[in-house]
């Protein structure tokens, strides 16, 4: 028996976007979205993103991973560089970022080229981290294959045992990655389907801003 989703529609209106009142630098008008969405405090992990890779199989694949930083240079995440999605960026750093904030009805999406962080600057992030999300970095082979989760619990409280009153070294295979945007789209919801859509395209350096039908 299948679900009928055909009326499982929403009509939206809680704001709108024009090109006279968006910032000309698209990471001012994310900062400023972003900054309203935190504010308003009605989105659990605003900072959660839905990165899309394309690996070896030429497949794309997307999962969702958190924003920790984001800056002229680029939008910020770490992960374990020998999970897919680590695999998936050696083969092509060409990946997709995607934010939807539904209570406000906005949805980002960036396309981009992505390198790893300094070492510097992985190694100062790992060690903000809480000390069990720093030892767990060691206790998970990201993707790989495990028969028993009780296989991690062990390997967990060892860890924990060894490094209680130790500093935890960042394990080589972890660090982060910036996404250097060229396009960013900024997506309000508008009633009768006729959503804004402004486009920041960048070309010669310089930011293209454009309107795209719903």
């Not at 939206?12 to 698209?26: C, F, Q, R």
């Not at 400023?32 to 900072?47: C, H, K, L, M, R």
């Not at 695999?87 to 990946?95: L, R």
Request: contains cysteine.
């Amino acid at each position: 028996m299948r679900d009928n989703l055909h009326d499982q529609r929403k009509s939206y209106g809680k704001g709108e976007l024009t090109k006279d009142v968006v910032d000309p630098n698209p990471m001012q008008q994310f900062r400023t979205w972003f900054y309203q969405v935190q504010s308003a405090g009605i989105t659990d992990e605003p900072n959660a993103m839905t990165l899309t890779t394309i690996g070896r199989n030429n497949t794309p694949k997307g999962r969702v991973v958190l924003l920790k930083n984001y800056d002229e240079k680029g939008f910020v995440f770490y992960t374990n560089y020998d999970s897919q999605k680590g695999k998936a960026i050696a083969y092509n750093p060409n990946v997709c970022l995607s934010f939807f904030w539904p209570d406000m009805e906005r949805q980002v999406i960036i396309e981009g080229v992505a390198k790893k962080t300094s070492e510097t600057e992985s190694t100062n992030y790992f060690h903000l981290r809480p000390k069990g999300s720093q030892i767990g970095a060691y206790v998970s082979a990201q993707s790989e294959v495990i028969d028993d989760r009780n296989e991690l619990e062990v390997r967990l409280n060892e860890l924990m045992d060894k490094y209680e009153h130790k500093e935890v070294p960042k394990p080589e295979n972890w660090g982060g990655y910036v996404i250097d945007p060229k396009r960013i789209e900024f997506w309000q919801g508008r009633p009768n389907r006729l959503h804004d859509r402004i486009v920041y395209t960048l070309e010669n350096n310089d930011w293209l801003i454009t309107r795209l039908q719903p």
